[in-house]
């Protein structure tokens, strides 16, 4: 008698990002190349100070590091933030494997079980499976694709209110929108944390990654919330490492910074050698962040310039990190996602791109949306970018497709497109 | 207003091996040297083959792994699975953050909130972190020193049975008792689980290091337990390489798997440094585990001898793992540990122990035991053999100790010490 799995195993979301990788390997077994708009896996390389600190590593016994990671690490993580204009304590901070063990135990250590999150949708799809293990709901406040993905007013927020609603989950800049929220935005978010006794999760860890002169507002800096805010980062993006699982906590609150290394504890230990390599961090000056900026700046525009070209498309001027959400001329832009992998080719090569239902959790909603990461060199891009208007040139053929009830311009080739803001 | 942590926060234990390690810091700012017998950081150096692999290590970025492990790494682990006699699929291996993550994915996956986890008692008290935070109540069966925490019988499992027992965790060879099961009392719990339909979550990270001739018998070669069992390991004790956290999560159990590949592709990835370093284990012969084992073997047989002297000491002869419990004439072995910390040295060194008391769910028991570890060098643990009885004479003398209620031999300084077996 085999015994049945947990409602949470069988509830624990499949990744949306990752779930069409079978046809995408299946494509390239058939010598088709791809290009990856799907996952936000920099190509950029690792900064060439923290390969060497690695190459130079000597220590002959790879032990156990602090629970709460190694003091060199600390001191990094807390000059990186003075840099910032966040003084933080060495015991404020906390070093986790990723960003995603930091989400992990803010998560448990602010709501129960059956308690619930509020989360701005479409919102990072990972937040799902972090809360399934938790056992929290998430409950989606939706931003529209019209706004720029930015937030809803505090009515909005209001009325989303349940009552087990424990914490709100924040991503600034957002994955997957590329939103920056302005100083008056996180300052609302705040004040409602604050009204209504809230924590407020703030996942940063695209913080250096705002374009057009923008500013991404961290939460530690909202005055009034020392005990409400616990800041995720992760040095995954900001040095183009996510290999390592390297990312950290950041919270005022003692009692909740006590619970999270009580947690840590448990796990003995963050990963050694990633710390290693990231104390080498601290001989990158601004250049290097700006560089990186710049570069990141540069392909947005070329996706930006070359989407907003294909008919049917939409989207708002992304504003930073590195994805968008986009419109499609479709109705199910999984079934577009698939048909790129299994049925469409241009001159041996198709793009891959990640659905965005499955960044939503109201019902319905996303289904004719993708989320686009630009994590490639421009000419790739723009190489990209004319697979798609292909693509979805083909695709609309292949399927026949009827016009939309309720958005039937979608379906007549009509340019959605509407000026970018900034 | 401050919102209140969650329940499992709270309840979130403290770890007992770390939690008088500022102590410990404040004894060694006084000049005090310190043998730590509290920690299972084994001081061998990690293999030389998995250092050179990492110093040879080019790539330009640290990209994202495989959610469930890089090809090689996967490869890796299932050639050592061969050389055990245990045929398992690449789709039945995963890599996973230290053999924690796999004991948390398990738990997860088997158990639903307010279920509950048989375990024997003394168990690996991080067992207590992962349970709390998967809310998963641990039903302990008590195993008891004068048996040499060998499992109890039948029927004690039935008895501890409850109508919301889903899984047995077990540990073998054992952490922290250094029992072996012998194969009898793995088959007996692999019935035990087969007849109720419960999961069996196999702890076999110290599979290698078992004494005498001794063999550790893996869950995996239970027939008629394929759906059940649930293996955790880990590469931080059989390669000296705690600091790396890699670990593995093995299952024939496809819908087990499917579900622990879901929550894996919610943390992205296992350390990627850390599978480079492990691939290099393939190169290592069974000579490499025979000189460890032989290593290990004599530092038991050191610190038995010297143990065994000490009067009022009691333990029987541990078989494998790197740790025992061991009895000692005290009423509360965390004052006495303590004590070592604050109030002892001799000759500018000290000894630091772990309380065992945080290793039994069962209130009271354990409070005379402390959980010993030998990973140090011969010469290191006979130093530590004399500050432990230089130690038990002062803190007896320092508390003015009154007869033990129950235990009055205790107090008398009679040897407690029972010829040993195997």
Redesign the interface.
Known sequence: ???P??????L????PI?KLMPLADEARRRGVHIYHLN?G??????PAPM?ER??Q?RE??????P?VGTPEFLQTLQEYYRGLGLRLGLDELMAT??G??AI?FAL??????G?DALVVEPFYT?YR??AT?A?IGLVPLTSRAEDGFHLPPREAWEGALTPRT??VLLCNPNNPTGTVYSRDEVEMVGAFC?DH???LVSDEVYREFVYDGREAHSALSLSGCE??VVVVDSLSKRY??????LGSLATR?R??YQ?CV??A??????????QV?ATAATSLGPEYTRGVVTEYQRRRDVLFEGLSGIPGVFLRKPEGAFYFVARLPVRDAEDFARFMLTDFQQDAATVMVAPAQGFYASPGLGANEVRIAYVLKEDDLRAAVALLAAGLDAYRKARDLAPLPGAPAVDEGVDFHVPAEG
Do not use: H, K, W
């Open positions: 008698m085999t015994p799995l947990s409602n949470r195993a069988r624990m979301p499949a990744s990752r996952i896996q920099p190509d950029l390389e690792t390969r690695l190459a590593y002959r016994v790879y032990a156990y590091t629970s494997t990723g995603s063990e992990q448990f250590a602010c709501a129960n079980e308690d990972n499976s972090f293990m056992g424990r914490l604050r006794g809230l924590f005990e409400l183009s490492a996510c290999g390592i699982r609150n009692e909740l619970a009580r947690m504890q448990g796990r003995l230990s963050a990963p050694g050698l990633a390599v």
